[in-house]
Structure formats: structure tokens, C-alpha cells
């Protein structure tokens, strides 16, 4: 009995064991699958609010709005995908319940009260009654209201007569040019019979100029080919000195300083442009002998272009400073329509900053600047201006240091001086 109980027992038992294990087996497998159904779960949710961070940064910082927008669409879709996936059911917004009103009354209707029965409307395919067309009657035509005159205190004045028409101006015939080599020859006949000659290289910049009576006496007004006499007091033209006379004031021509072009009046800029002497003597000179010699300027009236400025080291004429030319423009222009063989002479001139030389070309320079603003935007003649600079050997202000004052530009009429 013993070896069969034995027996028995070591049969039952490894069963047994082995059914009370595999409930346990068993649920630990599925806790297996679920977790690893739920991290699907996990990580398109983070996805998704990766992506709606993403999205709420694009919209703060104006970045690619769209793109957030379609990379958050695409998380809910996998957030769905992996719960359908792991057996979950997406939640549903809960609808709100229905609000119960609380039991009204019946309302008493009124009697309703006969409708007019319209006719029922015709069908679809019915053909439509003739309608005439719609004549449109003309506006009535108003009689125009009468005017009355109104009464007048003062008995009407006869009209004047018109003043005669004055005839106009002879104008001055069409110039002839004439091409010979690298000179360019324009001759152009003025009312009165007078002839001007202009003698431009081929940078149009004036050579000679004469000048032909109606006798067909010549006058050379410039003469560029013409060697100087600068040096040699000699043989230069005589002058004629008056002991009476006393010299131009300290300050007045000479390169130095003139005429206040923005404080002075319109007439006053055009009779100093004239050309009128301040100093006695008589012309003939060469453009550069004018050019070199400060006594032969101050027989000439000055005007200092003080309307404008420049920078220190700088030549550029800046664009809210263009139009305050316009005074000494317009004062060129008329000077030009009166007597058009009039030359001015544009001087540059700098402060005592910087070196001889480079003062000396940014002089130039600056002369130049002006000189293109005249003929550019006020159509003052490239062929009546000269430009000369003198660097700082003509200060307006005795300073060593930056001076806007003797940062400056001064123009005059030189024709006297080159007339005989």
C-alpha cells in the first residue's frame, strides 16, 4: 500500500504543479502584449504634442505655419491608427445633455383669421403669359429759368483797349558746326549782325572764341592756343592805373571771398555777374594767366556760393543742397540771354586740413561738382564755364583748422578781362 500511495502521488503531483503555473504564465504573457500594444500608444501621443508644440512656436516666431499644421494632422492619425491598433476605442466629446424646459401652460391661440387664397402657381413647363414691353416715357424737358440780371450800384465801365502787341524778339539764327579733326567749330550769328566763333576740343571744352562785328572786325575773346605770358610783366597788355583809385577792400575778390550769394538779392548776384570791373585796367589776358593771377581776379567782382557746402574731404554736392543754385542760376541765365559770349570763371576752394596737393585736387574737384550742376539741371552752358581750383591758398576764415567757411566755391564773370 505504501509503494502504490508513493507511486500514485509522484504521478499526481508534477500535474498538478504544472496547472497551477499556467493561469500564471498566462497573464503574464498578456501583460507582455498589452504593454507592447501600449507603447505605440505612448509614442504617438508624444508625437502628437510634439508637434502641437512645433505648431505653437511657428505661429510666435511667424515661422512655416503650414507645415506645423499638416505635421499635427499626421500625429492624430497614427494616435488613432496605434489605439485601434492596441484595441482602445478613440474618446468621443461628450454631448452635452439636453436641456429639459419645464412645462409650460398651454398657450391660448387666437382665432385665426381668414387668409386670401392665392392662386396656385403655375407649373414648370407652362408656357408664360404675354407681357407687353415696358415703354419708357422721355423726362419731361424743364423750361430754362430766367436770369435776372442783378441790379449794379456803379454804371458799368467801357472795357480798355488792348495795348498793341509788341513784335517779338529777333532770335538769334541756327548755329552752324563744323567739325575739323579734334576741334569742333560753332558759329552762330546773334540780332545785330554779330558773330560768335566757339572752338571746342573734343571734351567740349572751349579753346577759342572770337568774336565778328557786323564790319567783320574779329576779336579774340579766348585764346587757349595762344602761348602764356604769365612771369613776364613786359610783354604783357599795358594797364592803366588811376593814383585816385585805392584797391579793392581786404576781403573782396581775389579769390578770398565776395559777394554773399545766399544772404544778397537776386539783382544784386546779376550785377555782380555782369562783369563789371572794381578795378581799373584793360583785358586781353589768356584764361590761364587769369587763372594764375590773383591781381588779374580782383578786377572782377566776385560772388561766393555760400548757399552750399561741403564735407571735410569731400567734392559731392549733396541732392537737398542742388536746388539752392537756383538763384545764381537763374541770375547766369539772364546775364546769357543778354550777352551770350559771357565766361565765368568756378573756383574751388578748401580749408587748411590735409596735405598742399590733396587739398589742391579736391579743390578742382569740388569747382567741377558745381560746374556739372549748372549745365546738368539748370541748362547753363558747358562752353560758358571755366573751372579752376586753388586748394587753401585762399582762406575765407585765417584758421588752421576744418573751416566750413573756407570750404566754399566763388564764381565771377572773367569776359573783361579776356576782351580787347
Not at 109 to 130: D, F, H, I, S
Not at 197 to 224: F, K, S, Y
Not at 242 to 261: A, I, N, S, T
Not at 341 to 353: C, K, P, R, S
Request: glycine fraction near 6%.
Amino acid at each position: 500500500m505504501k509503494l502504490a500511495s508513493f507511486l500514485l502521488l509522484s504521478a499526481v503531483l508534477p500535474v498538478a504543479t504544472l496547472a497551477s503555473l499556467l493561469p500564471a504564465y498566462g497573464a503574464s504573457e498578456a501583460a507582455i502584449v498589452v504593454a507592447q500594444a501600449d507603447d505605440p500608444v505612448d509614442a504617438a501621443q508624444k508625437a502628437l504634442d510634439a508637434a502641437e508644440k512645433s505648431l505653437s512656436n511657428a505661429e510666435e516666431t511667424g515661422g512655416d505655419i503650414r507645415a506645423a499644421r499638416r505635421s499635427v494632422a499626421n500625429a492624430m492619425k497614427s494616435l488613432r491608427a496605434a489605439e485601434v491598433a492596441a484595441g482602445r476605442v478613440p474618446a468621443q466629446p461628450a454631448t452635452p445633455a439636453p436641456v429639459t424646459a419645464a412645462p409650460q401652460p398651454p398657450a391660448v391661440q387666437p382665432a385665426a383669421e381668414p387668409q386670401p387664397t392665392t392662386p396656385a402657381a403655375p407649373a414648370a413647363n407652362a408656357p408664360k403669359p404675354y407681357q407687353p414691353p415696358k415703354i419708357e416715357q422721355p423726362a419731361p424737358i424743364k423750361p430754362p429759368a430766367e436770369t435776372k440780371p442783378a441790379p449794379s450800384s456803379k454804371p458799368a465801365t467801357p472795357p480798355k483797349p488792348a495795348a498793341p502787341a509788341k513784335p517779338p524778339a529777333p532770335a538769334a539764327d541756327a548755329p552752324v558746326v563744323i567739325r575739323r579733326g579734334s576741334l569742333t567749330e560753332t558759329r552762330q550769328r546773334y540780332p545785330g549782325g554779330v558773330t560768335v566763333v566757339d572752338i571746342t576740343d573734343r571734351n567740349n571744352r572751349l579753346v577759342r572764341r572770337i568774336q565778328i562785328a557786323p564790319d567783320g572786325t574779329e576779336t579774340v575773346i579766348i585764346d587757349r592756343m595762344r602761348p602764356d605770358r604769365y612771369g613776364d610783366d613786359r610783354e604783357l597788355p599795358p594797364r592803366i592805373y588811376d593814383p585816385r583809385e585805392v584797391p579793392p577792400p581786404p576781403g573782396f575778390g581775389g579769390g578770398r571771398g565776395g559777394l554773399d550769394g545766399g544772404r544778397a538779392s537776386e539783382a544784386e548776384i546779376e550785377g555782380a555777374l555782369r562783369g563789371r570791373p572794381v578795378a581799373p585796367g584793360m583785358g586781353g589776358y589768356t584764361l590761364n594767366e587769369i587763372r594764375r593771377s590773383e591781381q588779374l581776379r580782383a578786377r572782377v567782382a566776385a560772388v561766393d556760393l555760400d548757399t552750399i557746402t561741403f564735407e571735410s574731404g569731400s567734392a559731392r554736392v549733396s541732392d537737398d543742397q542742388v536746388w539752392k543754385l537756383e538763384r545764381i542760376a537763374a541770375a547766369l541765365g539772364r546775364v546769357l540771354d543778354r550777352w551770350p559770349n559771357q565766361v565765368f570763371l568756378i573756383e574751388g576752394h578748401t580749408d587748411a586740413v590735409g596735405t598742399r596737393l590733396a587739398n589742391q585736387e579736391l579743390s578742382d574737384r569740388r569747382a567741377a561738382s558745381v560746374a556739372a550742376i549748372l549745365n546738368r539741371y539748370f541748362a547753363i552752358p558747358a562752353r560758358s564755364l571755366v573751372t579752376q581750383g586753388y586748394g587753401e591758398d585762399y582762406l575765407k576764415v585765417p584758421t588752421d583748422g576744418p573751416s566750413r567757411q573756407n570750404r566754399r566755391v566763388t564764381i565771377r564773370n572773367i569776359t573783361p578781362l579776356l576782351s580787347r
